[in-house]
């Protein structure tokens, strides 16, 4: 496991809040750093695979549990 630079709590906001706000994160971060998301927006799974695709950051794991989604991201 990854031990995040930063943790970003998102749950309860839907789309397209939690990209927005991750993005925005990912900014203040240096490359290589780690963000771990929380959020529970069903849609954010594959907001977030498409996130990663395009911008280049490494999805460095996926999870869920009772509708909390976990997102952990390396910064390109």
Excluded: H, W
């Excluded at 290589?32 to 594959?46: H, L």
């Amino acid at each position: 496991m990854t031990e995040p630079t930063q943790d970003l709590d998102l749950k309860g906001l839907q789309c397209p809040l939690p990209i927005l706000r991750t993005k925005k994160a990912l900014k203040e971060l240096d490359s290589g750093d780690v963000i771990r998301v929380e959020a529970t927006d069903p849609g954010s799974v594959k907001d977030f695979d498409s996130f990663c695709n395009q911008t280049g950051n490494k999805m460095v794991e996926q999870a869920e549990s009772d509708g909390v989604y976990t997102f952990t991201i390396r910064k390109k």
